[in-house]
């Protein structure tokens, strides 16, 4: 279900539509502990929450933001180093949330241009998929308004998330 509500999405995206989602109000701290405490029950990798604003209240798609969520943190257990810690910090910044997800290891060099593009998957990967996650990632922070950038930090890959606080409209 998951794969193919991807391709569907993506296919949208391609031709020039968005991704509909849906507003309601939530705390920005619950939401983000819950999906901590989930994804800790299905990945080895420690995870580190550190929030700034927890108690901010924004209106957000949630299902939407989780399938966000999950595939950053996922992507870190997968292709990031077993039993290292992967991070996530939150922090606002005006109008915007921003979420840093880092975790040990790195993205090679020459695929960091390419790892929001649909079906793409380095060569150098040993992990079978799909490459639809980091696109449908990129897609759904462009519908909430947002961006997601890739990046190298020293040893840590790192992956940073703008999100509004409220969707438009």
């Keep these: 279900?998951?794969?193919?509500?991807?391709?569907?999405?993506?296919?949208?995206?391609?031709?020039?539509?968005?991704?509909?989602?849906?507003?309601?109000?939530?705390?920005?701290?619950?939401?983000?502990?819950?999906?901590?405490?989930?994804?800790?029950?299905?990945?080895?990798?420690?995870?580190?929450?550190?929030?700034?604003?927890?108690?901010?209240?924004?209106?957000?798609?949630?299902?939407?933001?989780?399938?966000?969520?999950?595939?950053?943190v996922g992507n870190a257990a997968k292709h990031g180093q077993a039993l290292k810690p992967i991070r996530i910090e939150q922090s606002q910044e005006g109008d915007f949330v921003r979420l840093v997800v880092t975790n040990h290891g790195n993205f090679p060099e020459e695929v960091l241009d390419n790892l929001a593009t649909p079906y793409f998957i380095s060569s150098r990967s040993d992990t079978k998929g799909w490459g639809l996650g980091l696109p449908i990632v990129k897609a759904l922070a462009e519908s909430f308004g947002g961006e997601v950038q890739f990046s190298n930090q020293g040893d840590l890959a790192r992956v940073e998330l703008l999100l509004p606080v409220a969707l438009a409209g």
């Design 1 to 72: 279900d998951e794969m193919v509500g991807n391709l569907l999405d993506i296919s949208h995206v391609s031709v020039g539509g968005g991704i509909k989602l849906m507003s309601e109000s939530m705390e920005l701290g619950m939401l983000l502990r819950d999906a901590v405490a989930n994804l800790a029950l299905q990945l080895e990798n420690p995870l580190e929450l550190q929030l700034e604003t927890p108690e901010l209240q924004i209106a957000w798609d949630r299902s939407a933001f989780l399938r966000i969520f999950d595939n950053l």
